[in-house]
């Protein structure tokens, strides 16, 4: 693996879901269950926070103009909310629509299996996220 280097994981043309960890998985998986109803959506795996390869986010940003990150930390407390800050600092002009955060619930990972799959993001709530963003 190419430290510092994302990876684009599916591409397409709609919108850009940069998704970390484990969560990548489940954006893969909601990118197909999206590209059913018509949407194209690229999915980019940082693979390292740092370094972050902010230019293969951006690249895709410019193209798509529309962003939902995914994270399995909680929004105030993860790697999304870095990534939407530099997305809006350096590509807010690209932007078509307001950056969408999926990310865990603002609570403790509970120990309960049927309560950490409440928690953490799952593909109905990315594809969510994706369908309400693009109806913007």
Request: charged residues 20%; hydrophobic residues 45%; proline residues 5%.
């Amino acid at each position: 693996m190419p430290f510092g280097q994302a990876v684009i994981r599916r591409a397409g043309g709609d919108v850009t879901i940069v998704a970390t960890g484990w969560m990548v998985h489940r954006a893969l998986a909601a990118a197909e269950k999206l590209a059913s109803q018509g949407i194209s959506a690229e999915v980019i795996d940082p693979r390292t926070l740092a370094p972050l390869d902010l230019q293969t986010i951006f690249s895709s940003v410019e193209k798509t103009r529309h962003v939902v990150l995914v994270d399995q930390g909680t929004r105030h407390a993860s790697v999304s909310a870095i990534i939407a800050s530099e997305i809006a600092e350096h590509r807010f002009s690209s932007l078509r629509a307001p950056i969408v955060q999926v990310t865990a619930r603002d609570t403790t990972i509970p120990y309960s299996e049927p309560l950490e799959a409440y928690v953490i993001p799952d593909e109905q709530r990315i594809s969510s996220a994706v369908i309400k963003l693009l109806k913007q």
